[in-house]
């Protein structure tokens, strides 16, 4: 394993859900960045969600094939790692029974039609590292949508989910850092005003296997604020 820590993105979406910008765009901006690692994690919902964009199974080669395809420039142009993924998103009518999990790492269509439990065990098997994205808890007040799940049956989801967001964009996400759960930071990012927020550092090397297997792995993880606004301006006076 490296001694050098590489600094990761591990949440973001694209036009193929629903972000604004395009997978090329990404990888320019976070590249441009300094970034090391970047995992592009769209949204794939149940049939029944009304959410108009996601990844469907019949959308997936094309989706990974794009992400393969900019992820040789990424590593030629930056050094950039960029990961494939998806955000397992199975909204309810009622919050204590929606939860989110970005599938790091995921090379096949996992689809949640059955529920985030069966969906996250399809995705493990797949090799994928499991993150529990922006898990609230009952005392949270947020506008965003509150996909309870996660803090309401930690019992039940403890031992499939190896990493828990601690940050999101600039929410903060206390009974995690509370019950001692291995938390990372993520920007969640859909537009550009997400991508000044903390991030996550990881010792490892720079490539899929060893960045994937770090995350299902009890190693520590290292946080971090990070400004895009302070890089751009340093960039401009140099």
Not at 165 to 177: K, P, S, T, Y
């Amino acid at each position: 394993m490296s001694d050098a820590l590489l600094l990761c993105e591990l949440h973001a979406h694209t036009t193929w859900s629903d972000g604004e910008f395009t997978i090329p765009e990404l990888v320019d901006l976070y590249g441009t960045l300094g970034f090391d690692v970047l995992c592009v994690t769209d949204h794939v919902v149940r049939a029944d969600d009304p959410i108009p964009r996601s990844v469907g199974a019949d959308e997936w080669h094309a989706y990974v094939y794009e992400l393969d395809r900019e992820a040789i420039r990424a590593r030629r142009t930056y050094d950039l790692l960029l990961l494939p993924g998806l955000e397992l998103s199975d909204n309810r009518e009622n919050p204590n029974d929606s939860a989110h999990a970005l599938a790091l790492g995921l090379r096949r269509h996992v689809s949640v039609d059955d529920g985030i439990l069966a969906a996250i065990l399809e995705s493990r098997s797949a090799g994928a590292a499991i993150v529990a994205a922006h898990p609230y808890d009952a005392a949270d007040i947020t506008p965003m949508r509150a996909t309870r799940r996660f803090a309401l049956e930690r019992e039940t989801f403890e031992s499939l989910v190896d990493r828990w967001e601690l940050f999101n964009r600039r929410e903060v996400f206390a009974w995690i850092a509370n019950e001692g759960l291995p938390g990372i930071a993520t920007g969640d990012v859909h537009d550009e005003r997400h991508i000044s927020s903390w991030k996550t550092l990881i010792p490892a090397a720079k490539d899929e296997e060893a960045v994937i297997a770090y995350l299902r792995s009890e190693g520590r993880t290292y946080l971090t604020p990070f400004a895009a606004e302070e890089i751009a301006a340093a960039a401009v006076a140099a």
